[in-house]
Each structure stands twice: as C-alpha cells, then as structure tokens.
C-alpha cells in the first residue's frame, strides 16, 4: 500500500540529490508549533485585543509578526453558494501544501467515492443536447471514445447521435439498463485540448409526468463514467461527473453520487510534514483537516477523525503510529464537561435550548477540548520539528451567534450573555494556546493562523476572504504588523524556518518581510526543482461518514 509518508521519502530524496541539509549548522534544530484557528478574524481579534482579553495571543503579537492573511475565493464553489466560497478544507488543503486547489484536489468540502458517481442529460433544445468540454487528451491515435450509459426507461432505447468539434462520430444505441459502449473517434477529429463534445439525443421525458414523482426535469439519459483511450488501450482522459462538474456543459443536471468528507486519500500533493519528515525533522499533527485515515509520518499524526467520539468507538488508522489512538482515548472528554463548556461559552443561555441534541457545535467544542488535551500531552515529547494542533470552535461560534456580537435582535427565550458566545470562543483558544506557550521551550517559533474570516450576516455568521497570520520565533521581527501574507505562503514560510528548500511546483513564496533583515541575510530562501504531487492508490472509505455529512449539512455547507 503506498501513502503519503512512504512516497515523501522518496521523491523529495530523489529531488533533492544528496543536497538536503536539516538545519543551518551552529544553530539548534528549530521546533516550530502551528497553531490553526479555523475562522479567526481580524477584526474580532483587534477588538478583544483592545480589551485585553486575549493574553496569550498579545503575548505573541508583541513579540512577533501579525496581520491579516488573504484567504482563497473558490470561484466555482462561489456560483453555486455563496456561503461555501471560502471553504475550510479546500483551504487548510492549501496551508498545507502551499498549492492551489487545482493541484491538491481539494475543491469542494464532500468528494464523491470512486465509481458512485453519475448526472442525468436532457434540456429545453430541440432536439436536446448535452455538451462538454474536455480539457486535455494526449496520446497515440486512433483513439477510443467510451461511455457508460442508460436511457431513462420512460424513453426506451434510443438512438444518441455523438459529435466531437463539430464532427459526426458513428451513433449509438442506448438501452434502458446501463450499458458500457465504445465509439472509434477518426484520427485528426481530436485535438490536444479543448475538445468539444456533443451528445444529441433523439427523447426525453419528465418523470413527473410518468407519475413517477414530482421531478420536472426532462432526462434524456444517464451518464456515470466517460474516458478516452489511446491505441494502447491507455486511459488518457477519464470524466468522473461529480469530481469534474465543473467541466460539464449545457445540457447537465446536477450530478449525484456518494460523497465523503475530504480524506487523506484524496490529496494530491504532499503535505509540508511529509516534506519536513523526509528531511529528517520530527513532526506531530493533531485534528488536521483531511487527515483520516492516518497515514505513516516521521513522528505522529492524529487524523481528523480522533476527535469524533462516534468514530473513535470502532475506527480505524485514527492515528499514526496505528497504537497511539489507545494512549490518547483516556483524554477524551465527558458529557459532564461538554456541559460545563457550553454553560462557559454561554450556549446554554437561551429556553428552548440554542442547540438540539443533533448539533454539530457540541461534537466540535468536545473535539477542540480533546485535540487541545493531546497537544498538552503530546507536545512535550517534541524537541524539535513541526507540531500542528487545529481547533475549529470559533467557526462553529461565528456561525450560530456573530449576528448577535454585532447587535442583532434576540431569538426570543435568549438572555443577552448570548451576545458573548463568539468572544468566549475566542477566549477559550486564548486560554489554550496560553497553556500550550507555557509548557513550550522559550525558543519554540509559533505559528497562528485561520484559514478565512467570518463576517455576519443575518441569522448568524459566515466565512469572509481575510484571516489571520501571526508568527513569532527565531529571526521574526518583533511588534510588526504585516498586510501580505496568504494561505498559500505557510508552507513555504514553514519550510523556510527549517532551512529546507522551497519545491518550485507550490504556488505561495516565502514571507521574507516577516524577518529580520540580517538572519534573513545569513539564511536565504532556497527553492529546488521538487516534483510534490502525489496520487493516493487508495479509494476513499464510505463507512462511518454519515456523520460528518450531517455535520456538513447543518452547517449549511452542503444541501
Ligand atoms: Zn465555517
């Protein structure tokens, strides 16, 4: 089975040429704690900040560098829902790997699971048509185009005329059950990119009218996979209709299919810990985004899964080494303090209760108060290397209650402390970063960073395009404030502040203004030709995500 960490080791060693160094000689090998706030805004932070309620984060600002962190708009994600714009795991997909979602594959909160996919064809043209574009296909000509297909039974077989660019392909005959059909494209119909593709077809129906439900679409037929091959049978273009929505034309219903939460198997390039790990530096990854199932790392990693106690009772590779999830299951917090926490946070201050049993705010402040347990556990063992921790609480807070923090009206039964539900997020992660610096050697470079803003809307919060980005440590300018930064520019920065060089394929730069000009003069960024992508062989795993779907859902993130 190949994984994330197996596959580093080789190709950053093959990149790298022997020319690999871990650290500047002289100096002590660098511990470097992430910190990742999901949702920390600036202008919640400057005012808590203003009334001194943030220790632990001033703390940091005084001594380092801090500012606003451009997030990443996913435009596509932006036509469909504008709520989804700024999308947490598209974007912590990006802080950790410094690349564009194109290129690490996360580009929307669910993916679909291999092969369930599939999207219904019919529209208003007569006679209707479906078209797509297909981005690239390059390989050895003739070429093979093929379909899985079924016509809707309400129209029987029929006859589906196929045109590529403009040119007749032989048509095929559609039957009612799905069907496998491969046409022969003529050579010189194809071109490198950009090859338009038309399927005309000869009936439609809508399904309301056979009495078969309220569905007014009009569908012609169902299409779950189309590839093309080459004359050595090669797959060179494959369209998987949910993963590649976006490719599809006029002539498309949305497309339907099993999806999960993101997974570690869907990522496409390598994390900054995987690079870092190559080299010889230890890391320790706790709640990342994406995370599960755990993978090898050169040190530990606790997969996003570990902090859903749901998941915990009979998951699988929650951690890495595989035994760790045992150590760590005692740290787990009860009911008993989910109470005392909401009661703290003032969720529990409104009749009828703020939230239902079925919330998904009560499963992630049980999760950030263990994710921030196992960081006090695990931390101290960390000498040196990266350590992350991410907490997601103060997302969850903006979005049921930031209206309220900028003078909304009250749900009637609220008492007014519920106006405080944001800031007290807020000062629950102040109060544990606080103890997390407070058990971290005086030399540690700590890091804080949100993936996206909030900004209120009515009826609570959502996500906004400015974050967070603060850095303190070993040759970071102390007392600056820095307009600049972007999610792309962590995990070079991070690479960075191991003297490990930057792969040429990530897309974000080092931050180089954040340090003081003579260590930035005696440790210059270096980037190297390092090929970073990665293919998981890997399916992602259906079972057990319901869950997170319906947490996904609740948040309003997906319908
Ligand atoms: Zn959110």
Redesign the pocket.
């Given at each position: 089975m190949r994984t994330l960490g197996a596959l580093a080791v080789c190709c950053v060693v093959a990149g790298l040429a022997g020319g690999c160094r871990s650290s500047i000689s002289g100096e002590p090998p660098p511990l470097v704690v992430l910190i990742g706030v999901?949702?920390a805004t600036p202008e919640v932070i400057d005012d808590l900040r203003s009334q001194r309620k943030l220790p632990a984060f001033e703390r940091l600002v005084r001594a380092g560098t801090y500012g606003p962190m451009r997030s990443l708009a996913a435009r596509r994600l932006l036509e469909e829902d504008t709520r989804r714009r700024?999308?947490?795991p598209i974007l912590w997909t990006t802080i950790a790997t410094g690349k564009v979602p194109e290129k690490h594959g996360i580009r929307d909160f669910v993916l679909p699971i291999q092969g369930t996919a599939s999207v219904w064809m019919g529209s208003e043209e007569d006679p209707p048509r479906a078209a797509l574009t297909l981005p690239e296909v390059v390989g050895r000509e003739p070429f093979t185009l093929r379909l899985r297909i079924h016509s809707y039974r309400a129209n029987g077989e029929q006859t589906v005329r196929l045109a590529m660019n403009g040119k007749e392909l032989p048509s095929i005959s559609v039957p009612v059950r799905w069907a496998e059909m491969s046409v022969l494209i003529p050579e010189n119909t194809l071109r490198p990119v950009q090859n338009d593709l038309t399927l005309t077809f000869s009936r439609q129906a809508v399904p309301a009218e056979q009495g078969d439900s309220s569905d007014r679409r009009l569908l012609a037929c169902e299409l779950s996979s189309l590839s093309i091959l080459d004359a050595g049978g090669q797959v060179v273009y494959s369209l998987d209709p949910v993963d590649e929505r976006f490719s599809l034309g006029r002539g498309f219903h949305l497309p339907q299919g099993k999806l999960t939460e993101v997974q570690s198997v869907h990522w496409r390039a390598l994390p900054v810990w995987s690079l870092l790990g190559s080299l010889g530096h230890p890391v320790g990854i706790t709640g990342y985004w994406g995370t599960w199932p755990a993978y090898p790392v050169n040190g530990f990693l606790v997969s996003s899964r570990m902090g859903m106690r749901d998941h915990r009772q009979d998951g699988d590779r929650l951690t890495w080494p595989p035994e760790l999830a045992e150590r760590l299951e005692p740290l787990a917090p009860g009911q008993q303090e989910l109470e005392e926490l909401l009661a703290r946070l003032h969720y529990a201050d409104c009749d009828p209760p703020l939230l239902d049993d079925k919330t998904a705010v009560k499963k992630i402040l049980l999760q950030d108060e263990f994710y921030f347990r196992i960081a006090r556990e695990l931390l101290p063992s960390m000498e040196r290397g990266l350590f992350t921790v991410y907490f997601?609480s103060v997302?969850?807070a903006?979005?049921v209650a930031l209206h309220w923090r900028h003078g909304a009206e009250l749900r009637p039964g609220c008492a007014e402390t519920v106006r405080e539900i944001v800031d007290q997020a807020y000062l629950q992660i102040d109060a544990w970063i606080g103890e997390l610096l407070g058990i971290l050697p005086e030399r540690a470079t700590v890091m804080v960073v949100s993936d996206?803003g909030?900004q209120p809307i009515s009826g609570g919060g959502?996500?906004a395009p400015y974050g967070i980005f603060l850095a303190s440590g070993r040759g970071i300018r102390s007392g600056e404030i820095f307009h600049g930064a972007s999610v792309l520019d962590v995990a070079p920065t991070l690479l960075h502040l191991f003297a490990a060089p930057i792969p040429l394929d990530m897309d974000g730069k080092v931050l180089a203004q954040i340090f003081e000009g003579p260590w930035l003069a005696s440790h210059p960024p270096q980037y190297a030709d390092i090929d970073t992508s990665f293919t998981s062989d890997e399916e992602a795993q259906a079972e057990g995500n319901e869950e997170i779907l319906e947490q996904l859902k609740a948040?309003g993130?997906i319908q």
């Open positions: 999901d949702g700024y999308a947490s997601r997302d969850l903006s979005h996206h909030e959502h996500h948040l993130y």
